[in-house]
């Protein structure tokens, strides 16, 4: 049973939008994530207020959703996140980052913080991400799916997905290359190394 509760507010007061045990859904959380899915799935979610609620409802239950999951996730005592694990996916997230908008001093610009300050900021995020993901795997791993199934679910909540056209425009060259015979033996040398390393115990596979 679960022992948090979430309490969905029908007007925001001081900018939350629902109550999740101790913690807060803000209505910039659900707009910022509403854009998102909006950039994603390229639909109009401000083409009317009606439209614009829906989707608003639509992503604050899911937030709600995702919060109560993450309060079960810190409990549960066989998921355990280290901090090496949280620097490591936000190092990786801070590099993602930078790469999009080309440097470290333009990250920081862009942000109007220092990098010790993003990542600070990020933490707690990726702290839950991590958790989260943990919680999804244990609880999914012994389910399977089958395409009848999928079918059936697309065809009774076909007003959860929205219309997208069709779009296609590509171009395809294929390029025929060989790779040199000391290229071959220098990869092959290397993962000669690499199995060796494994089978000796020298390397975790």
Same mark, same amino acid.
């Given at each position: 049973?679960? /022992?948090?509760?979430?309490?969905?507010?029908?007007?925001?007061?001081?900018?939350?939008?629902?109550?999740?045990?101790?913690?807060?859904?803000?209505?910039?959380?659900?707009?910022?994530?509403?854009?998102?899915?909006?950039?994603?799935? +390229?639909?109009?979610?401000?083409? /009317?207020?009606?439209?614009?609620?829906?989707?608003?409802?639509?992503?604050? +239950?899911?937030?709600?959703?995702?919060?109560?999951?993450?309060?079960?996730?810190?409990?549960?005592?066989?998921?355990?996140? /280290?901090?090496?694990?949280?620097?490591? /996916?936000?190092?990786? +997230?801070?590099?993602? $980052?930078?790469?999009?908008?080309?440097?470290?001093?333009?990250?920081?610009?862009?942000?109007?913080?220092?990098?010790?300050?993003?990542?600070?900021?990020?933490?707690? $995020?990726?702290?839950?991400?991590?958790?989260?993901?943990?919680?999804?795997?244990?609880?999914?791993?012994?389910?399977?799916?089958? #395409?009848?199934?999928?079918?059936?679910?697309?065809?009774?909540? #076909?007003?959860?997905?929205?219309?997208?056209?069709?779009?296609?425009?590509?171009?395809?060259?294929?390029?025929?290359?060989?790779?040199?015979?000391?290229?071959?033996? #220098?990869?092959?040398?290397?993962?000669?190394?690499? #199995?060796?390393?494994?089978?000796?115990?020298?390397?975790?596979?």
């Amino acid at each position: 049973l679960c /022992s948090c509760f979430a309490v969905v507010l029908a007007e925001t007061i001081n900018g939350v939008a629902a109550v999740v045990g101790d913690d807060i859904v803000l209505k910039s959380d659900i707009d910022r994530e509403l854009m998102s899915f909006a950039y994603q799935n +390229q639909v109009d979610v401000f083409s /009317s207020p009606q439209e614009y609620e829906k989707h608003f409802n639509l992503i604050r +239950q899911e937030l709600i959703l995702r919060k109560v999951a993450l309060l079960h996730a810190y409990k549960d005592t066989n998921i355990v996140v /280290s901090n090496n694990e949280i620097e490591r /996916s936000l190092s990786a +997230q801070i590099e993602l $980052m930078i790469n999009q908008v080309g440097s470290q001093q333009a990250l920081e610009q862009e942000l109007n913080k220092s990098l010790r300050e993003i990542k600070a900021e990020y933490w707690d $995020m990726i702290k839950d991400m991590l958790f989260f993901d943990r919680l999804k795997y244990l609880k999914t791993q012994s389910v399977y799916v089958n #395409r009848e199934e999928v079918v059936s679910f697309f065809n009774s909540n #076909r007003s959860l997905f929205s219309d997208v056209e069709d779009r296609f425009d590509f171009s395809l060259f294929e390029l025929k290359k060989e790779a040199s015979f000391s290229t071959e033996v #220098r990869i092959k040398t290397f993962l000669s190394s690499i #199995r060796d390393s494994i089978l000796n115990n020298s390397f975790s596979f």
